[in-house]
């Protein structure tokens, strides 16, 4: 095999996201043709102007901002565009597989219906797959903040969009005053239903909140996690069983869990022979892209194309999807590494 420069073949190499919110993943263009479509937003007069609103004081700011985007996505037809968008985005990337959380609650302020969210994300999504070589499952992400009863509650409302796109169950949100384990009920319901699995967790909170998203959640996969390298003893429990962490760098240093990229506990944790998969969380939020991700283990922690290889079999292995559809998606990645090409982005 010639040699490459690495960080050139990091935008083109095939990659699988399993942590990204679709709501946090917006193309600026799209959520600027919203304000100009809604107005009310007189100084926000060009995408620049727009992107630089994503520039955060901290995290009061950054929960601000999150609420004042949302107020633009107002008709199903925005959801529907935006999903679409998101995935081609993702597709030009050369990501060849994403499970995109989704969360339709935080919109009926707007005056839309739970169920008129989830059909148009469907439909974007949908349509993304045939127009993009990408594929997507969606994973309802529930916000804790709620409560129990209502967490219920929501994933008996997903169970008819079970065989259309909504693979999994999530839960968001607030961590520390909504431990995991009241929301037992719940995840029970969520797995006897079909449901696959994930919980946000080590993340605000330290180790106690990860142990109870594995003990009394069984989560099949923890969000972040990465707090989990407080506890040696957690450490090794996740090591032994493998379980997917969902990491993702770029979100915890804007949100403040690390301060550098040195400090973050991802390298000793990979080294140390967790399954560990690279994610981008809310890429539009953070002014980042999963691209970014690699380049940044590539360019600040020296990562090879070896690394990035088994970073990239973790995140098939850890995905929701069957068998079949992995082995799939090992022969492009495969493909890519051994012939230089594989399937080309776009
Ligand atoms: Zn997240």
Redesign the pocket.
Known sequence: MEARFLPEVIGTMPKVEL?V?LEGAFTYEFLFGLIQKYGGEERISSVDELSRRFVFRDFAHFIETWFWKNRFFRSPADFEESARLVLKNLSDQNVIYAEA?FSPWDFVSNGLRVEEITEATISGMKSAEREFPIRCGLIADIVRDYGAEAAEERVRQMAPYLDRGVIGIGL?GNERDFPPELFQTAFRTARQLGFRTTV?AGEASGPASVWNAVTALEAERI?HGVRASEDHRLLEVLKERQIPLEV?ITSNLKTGVYSSVEEHPFDKMFKDGLMLTVNS?DPSMFGSSITDEFALLVNKLGYSEEDLIELTLNAVGSSFLPIDDKRALIGKIFGFWLNGSGDSPG
Do not use: A, R, V
Request: with cysteine; net charge negative; charged share 10%.
């Open positions: 942590h919110h959380f968001g946000h969000g993702c969380d």
